[in-house]
């Protein structure tokens, strides 16, 4: 029962566009999100998160929008550059420090 | 600087076989966990510790097991190996200050089991 879900396996844009990645989660009691990004070969790495009490957090080209209400949040990232092209993770918290992560977003920036 | 590593980054294995992989962090964190990643389902959570002599399960836990017997290494361990463990292992370790952290991810092991 897959809690944090990632809809779209796969994402292509422009470079200089911007990228929208999308995450829904079906459990109320989620406290935190996070975005991670993984590279081929690599662990993944922390990107940009939001507690529950905000709807928008924003660091440099990186911005999560939280709607709790429809249990969606979404990570834009403006302009898209090609280095930005990795898999994107989704992930939740809830009380306990227990992350569950979607199944996760392939992004491709096409120069 | 801190880091987390994972090793061995490889291991090919048999069915039965007992198998370890190891984690270690030098971040001086309380809480690891191990994830496995397989294709269509993300990461998903095998164990986790809070601190020394501390360990929990997590949603796919079943033939796995893992000791803390230190703040720097959680070691997991595959009792009797199956295909069905052939995935991509990775482990993190975050801060248990109260706040709300981030994980720190190490480079993962890709075990196959034959």
């Known amino acids: 029962d897959q809690q944090v879900k990632q809809n779209s396996p796969s994402l292509s844009v422009q470079e200089g566009r911007i990228s929208i990645l999308n995450c829904d989660y079906t459990?109320?009691?989620?406290?935190?999100f996070l975005w991670y990004k993984k590279y081929p070969a690599e662990g993944p790495t922390f990107l940009i998160s939001i507690s529950s009490i905000k709807d928008k957090n924003e660091d440099g080209r990186f911005t999560v929008f939280l709607n709790k209400s429809a249990k969606h949040l979404s990570l834009h990232i403006v302009p898209s550059q090609p280095g930005d092209s990795a898999v994107y993770f989704c992930?939740?918290?809830?009380?306990?420090?227990?992350?569950?992560f979607g199944t996760g977003t392939s992004l491709t920036v096409i120069p | 600087d801190a880091e987390i590593t994972q090793s061995p980054r490889h291991k090919i294995t048999e069915t039965g076989r007992q198998v370890t992989l190891a984690c270690h962090q030098t971040?001086?964190?309380?809480?690891m966990f191990w994830y496995r990643q397989d294709l269509g389902h993300g990461l998903r959570l095998i164990h986790y510790?809070?601190?020394?002599?501390?360990?929990n399960k997590g949603e796919v836990s079943d033939g796995y097991s893992v000791s803390r017997s230190n703040t720097e290494d959680l070691p997991l361990t595959l009792e009797s190996a199956a295909s069905s463990q052939t995935s991509v292992y990775f482990c993190a370790s975050s801060e248990s200050n109260g706040n709300y952290n981030e994980q720190f991810f190490g480079p993962g092991t890709r075990l196959t089991v034959l």
């Open positions: 992930a939740a918290r809830k009380a306990g420090n227990q992350f569950y």
């Open positions: 459990n109320s009691m989620f406290d935190y």
């Open positions: 971040w001086n964190h309380n809480n």
């Open positions: 510790s809070y601190g020394v002599h501390d360990t």
